[in-house]
């Protein structure tokens, strides 16, 4: 198994600032995924964070706007840049064996006002 | 179109009934996960099943994967408040896709 823990758990940020999200994983994990989860809704992937190489991005989402960092295998990064209202999301990571998602973080409430 | 679905959306029932959840893919699936997700945090891995016609349980919590793999019924014996949440379903498929379903949202009145 593995614990995430995952910070901020919540914020209120302005319109055309940033946030960054943190994920620290008590255990050495390949891959990383970070998901967004829209009011209402299933979870949509982001990106998924390979350490050491540039992360994999799903259709619909840039690197310019969701910039991630994976420094080592332990910890990674997502920001979500210059937010707008439609940011307002739930940001999860998560980690699991065989590629698949298993253990999230808490989560990230992001209100964008 | 969803590449998941779950019946039913949300479901209400009184503490102590039974309730079963679907999940539902047009598609043969190579491994399929159940989640539950209390409101506002992350999601709990409940159980994961590969073989077809596989059952696991988990305290009162039964899932089954049906012979085709393209199936899968959460069902939940004599629910409990402590059961309320959101219910989601996961699966990967060929490529390394990983979709999740479009969620069970239940509530348990005591």
């Known amino acids: 198994s593995a614990v995430i823990s995952q910070k901020p758990s919540r914020d209120i940020c302005q319109r055309g600032t940033s946030l960054t999200i943190q994920c620290q994983v008590d255990?050495?994990?390949?891959?990383m995924f970070w998901y967004r989860q829209q009011p209402g809704q299933s979870l949509t992937l982001i990106a998924t964070?390979?350490?050491?190489?540039?992360?994999?991005?799903e259709s619909g989402f840039v690197i310019d706007k969701f910039p991630i960092s994976r420094p080592n295998l332990t910890f990674s990064t997502l920001t979500v840049s210059n937010m707008s209202p439609e940011d307002s999301s739930i940001y999860l990571c998560s980690v699991g064996p065989q590629g698949a998602p298993v253990y999230f973080g808490a989560g990230t409430r992001l209100s964008v006002l | 179109s969803q590449e998941l679905e779950q019946s039913p959306q949300s479901l209400i029932v009184q503490e102590g009934k039974n309730l079963t959840i679907n999940c539902t893919s047009s598609?043969?699936?190579?491994?399929l996960y159940w989640y539950k997700q209390k409101y506002g945090e992350g999601l709990i891995f409940l159980m994961m099943?590969?073989?077809?016609?596989e059952e696991k349980s988990h305290e009162k919590i039964t899932a089954k994967l049906d012979e085709k793999k393209q199936q899968s019924s959460l069902h939940i014996t004599a629910s409990q408040p402590s059961h309320a949440g959101i219910y989601l379903c996961?699966?990967?498929?060929?490529?390394?896709?990983?979709?999740f379903g479009t969620g069970t949202s239940l509530t348990v009145i005591p």
């Open positions: 964070a390979n350490q050491g190489s540039e992360a994999t991005y």
């Open positions: 996961g699966a990967d498929r060929a490529g390394n896709q990983f979709y």
């Open positions: 099943l590969q073989k077809g016609g």
């Open positions: 598609k043969t699936l190579y491994g």
């Open positions: 255990s050495q994990v390949t891959m």
